[in-house]
């Protein structure tokens, strides 16, 4: 049968479909191409991660380092060897004025982008866990919200706040649900009060994020479930079980006078998810009934 790229459906529209379709959805954040192959083979939703990116490519902490060209390849290189998997994109502001926030979500979303996060704060940013947050004026984030809301076509938009008041928490999110924005995002928030607060009355899917060691209380799925959530993204577990690996495996390396024997993971396994991803990258799409048909994959 043949078909047309206008017959397949977006990334953006399969994301749309997933959050439909499941109680509840989380997104595994990665900080490099490796990273992301591997948390592949365990959940179809990845979150490129602001923090994760900022420490692989830079070595640097997360307080705006981070230009849009370079998180639009890293998202280009992603795609090429995940091509079925829901990607979502932390983009901080927008890298500035909404001119650009519209001309990154563009570039994005045409290079296989699912979803972006677009937040609230201020420059200098700093990590949502973190203190020493400044917050835009809620017109000006509106304003750059309904503009990139306008310039994107079926990318998935998460409007996020990084407000720590309560009364202004609501204020934010229920406006960025009029506003048009897919979800809603409280991030660093101490409890889960928030969201049974707010997912009822906002009326869009609610987001919460979890980092190890930030101020959000560690939770289950079924917790968060419970308490209204509907997109969950874990932000940093690839990159803080990269940590102490490393660490680990570079002491056992000189303890044992540079001798390699005992290592769990050798050439021939590590080759093996590289020649997953060339094996992605090169398969044809399987169309059915104009559709492409995903890639298998575990959820988790």
């Given at each position: 049968?043949?078909?047309?790229?206008?017959?397949?459906?977006?990334?953006?529209?399969?994301?749309?479909?997933?959050?439909?379709?499941?109680?509840i959805?989380?997104?595994?954040?990665?900080?490099?191409?490796?990273?992301?192959?591997?948390?592949?083979?365990?959940?179809?939703?990845?979150?490129?991660?602001?923090?994760?990116?900022?420490?692989?490519?830079?070595?640097?902490?997360?307080?705006?380092?981070?230009?849009?060209?370079?998180?639009?390849?890293?998202?280009?290189?992603?795609?090429?060897?995940?091509?079925?998997?829901?990607?979502?994109?932390?983009?901080?502001?927008?890298?500035?004025?909404?001119?650009?926030?519209?001309?990154?979500?563009?570039?994005?979303?045409?290079?296989?982008?699912?979803?972006?996060?677009?937040e609230?704060?201020?420059?200098?940013?700093?990590?949502?866990?973190?203190?020493?947050?400044?917050?835009?004026?809620?017109?000006?984030?509106?304003?750059?919200?309904?503009?990139?809301?306008?310039?994107?076509?079926d990318?998935?938009?998460?409007?996020?706040?990084?407000?720590?008041?309560?009364?202004?928490?609501?204020?934010?999110?229920?406006?960025?649900?009029?506003?048009?924005?897919?979800?809603?995002?409280?991030?660093?928030?101490?409890s889960?009060?928030?969201?049974?607060?707010?997912?009822?009355?906002?009326?869009?899917?609610?987001?919460?994020?979890?980092?190890?060691?930030?101020?959000?209380?560690?939770?289950?799925?079924?917790?968060?479930?419970?308490?209204?959530?509907?997109?969950?993204?874990?932000s940093?577990?690839?990159?803080?079980?990269?940590?102490?690996?490393?660490?680990?495996a570079?002491?056992?390396?000189?303890?044992?006078?540079?001798?390699?024997?005992?290592?769990?993971?050798?050439?021939?396994?590590?080759?093996?998810?590289?020649?997953?991803?060339?094996?992605?990258?090169?398969?044809?799409?399987?169309?059915?009934?104009?559709?492409?048909?995903?890639?298998?994959?575990?959820?988790?």
């Amino acid at each position: 049968m043949t078909t047309t790229p206008a017959m397949l459906p977006t990334p953006g529209s399969r994301l749309r479909a997933a959050v439909l379709e499941r109680d509840i959805l989380p997104f595994i954040g990665t900080y490099d191409v490796f990273s992301a192959a591997l948390a592949g083979r365990h959940f179809d939703a990845l979150f490129i991660s602001g923090f994760g990116f900022a420490a692989s490519h830079y070595g640097l902490p997360d307080i705006g380092f981070i230009t849009w060209s370079e998180i639009v390849y890293y998202v280009q290189r992603i795609r090429t060897v995940l091509p079925q998997h829901h990607l979502l994109v932390d983009i901080d502001d927008g890298y500035c004025d909404p001119e650009v926030a519209c001309h990154v979500v563009s570039i994005l979303e045409a290079s296989g982008a699912s979803g972006v996060v677009l937040e609230d704060q201020k420059r200098p940013r700093r990590c949502g866990h973190f203190e020493g947050k400044q917050i835009m004026d809620s017109g000006e984030y509106i304003s750059k919200l309904q503009q990139v809301l306008a310039t994107r076509r079926d990318l998935f938009v998460v409007a996020r706040t990084d407000s720590a008041d309560s009364v202004d928490i609501e204020r934010r999110v229920m406006a960025f649900a009029a506003a048009g924005a897919d979800a809603v995002l409280v991030d660093g928030l101490t409890s889960l009060d928030t969201v049974r607060q707010l997912s009822g009355k906002v009326g869009k899917p609610f987001c919460f994020n979890q980092i190890a060691g930030g101020k959000s209380p560690p939770c289950t799925l079924t917790e968060l479930k419970k308490a209204g959530a509907r997109l969950v993204i874990y932000s940093t577990p690839c990159l803080f079980a990269a940590q102490p690996a490393i660490e680990d495996a570079l002491v056992a390396l000189k303890q044992a006078d540079g001798s390699l024997a005992g290592s769990r993971i050798g050439v021939k396994e590590c080759t093996r998810v590289l020649q997953e991803n060339l094996a992605r990258r090169q398969a044809p799409r399987v169309v059915v009934r104009g559709s492409a048909k995903p890639a298998e994959h575990r959820t988790g």
